[in-house]
């Protein structure tokens, strides 16, 4: 009887705490959202530098909050030539960077981060553009109609090592009727204003050498 009731006691125990560890709280949604880039980041954080930034770039900076104040997501839009550079960061989304310009050139290309598949794939035949950067060659998986082109572009000056540098994610460009629209992932290594200038001159420095072909 002593033994059966220590075990009710254990068992009853065990039960109020799992249901306390385990009760629905405001924080449900931060819960759901967990991705493959460190899940959920209270970006509200970031807000200083981002907004610094805008105002270094002359660019335009929203914060938008869901009704019950639970996410936050930055937008910021900064005025390039031909075009506009947006930058978009949520306490559930990574930092992406989305740029619309307007352009006739005819270029298409794809860059991410090479995982196990790729690389096993390569094994038996999977196409990929090498560039001779040793560093990035072995980083990144580099796929794209126009080889000469798409070196022309990421041999342009400094691209590479601030592709390596702020650690981008991927990469891509693709036509859209009269636009090009390049697309980088970066992910959550972004704190910090001099960072965010990385990014910043890495795609100006990609629509540049776009311009020159």
């Given at each position: 009887?002593?033994?059966?009731?220590?075990?009710?006691r254990k068992?009853?125990?065990?039960?109020?705490?799992?249901?306390?560890?385990?009760?629905?709280?405001?924080?449900?949604?931060?819960?759901?959202?967990?991705?493959?880039?460190?899940?959920?980041?209270?970006?509200?954080?970031?807000?200083?530098?981002?907004?610094?930034?805008?105002?270094?770039?002359?660019?335009?900076?929203?914060?938008?909050?869901?009704?019950?104040?639970?996410?936050?997501?930055?937008?910021?839009?900064?005025?390039?030539?031909?075009?506009?550079?947006?930058?978009?960061?949520?306490?559930?989304?990574?930092?992406?960077?989305?740029?619309?310009?307007?352009?006739?050139?005819?270029?298409?290309?794809?860059?991410?981060?090479?995982?196990?598949?790729?690389?096993?794939?390569?094994?038996?035949?999977?196409?990929?553009?090498?560039?001779?950067?040793?560093?990035?060659?072995?980083?990144?998986?580099?796929?794209?109609?126009?080889?000469?082109?798409?070196?022309?572009?990421l041999n342009?000056?400094?691209?590479?090592?601030l592709i390596?540098?702020?650690?981008?994610?991927?990469?891509?460009?693709?036509?859209?009727?009269?636009?090009?629209?390049?697309?980088?992932?970066?992910?959550?290594?972004?704190?910090?204003?001099?960072?965010?200038?990385?990014?910043?001159?890495?795609?100006?420095?990609?629509?540049?050498?776009?311009?020159?072909?």
């Amino acid at each position: 009887m002593v033994i059966l009731n220590a075990c009710q006691r254990k068992v009853s125990s065990f039960t109020t705490n799992y249901m306390n560890e385990n009760k629905p709280t405001d924080n449900l949604l931060k819960q759901i959202f967990v991705n493959q880039t460190k899940g959920f980041v209270d970006v509200s954080q970031k807000k200083s530098f981002w907004s610094d930034f805008a105002d270094q770039t002359g660019g335009v900076f929203k914060v938008k909050q869901t009704v019950s104040r639970d996410l936050t997501s930055f937008y910021l839009m900064v005025q390039v030539v031909n075009g506009q550079l947006e930058f978009i960061e949520s306490d559930t989304h990574p930092l992406k960077v989305v740029c619309v310009i307007c352009s006739d050139k005819q270029v298409e290309f794809a860059i991410s981060q090479e995982d196990f598949v790729d690389r096993f794939l390569k094994v038996f035949g999977l196409k990929d553009i090498t560039i001779s950067h040793p560093d990035f060659d072995k980083k990144y998986l580099v796929k794209g109609g126009d080889e000469i082109i798409i070196k022309n572009i990421l041999n342009g000056e400094s691209i590479i090592q601030l592709i390596l540098k702020a650690n981008i994610f991927s990469i891509s460009c693709e036509r859209d009727e009269k636009q090009l629209k390049i697309m980088g992932m970066v992910g959550r290594s972004v704190n910090s204003i001099n960072e965010m200038q990385d990014i910043y001159c890495l795609f100006k420095a990609i629509i540049d050498q776009i311009e020159k072909l």
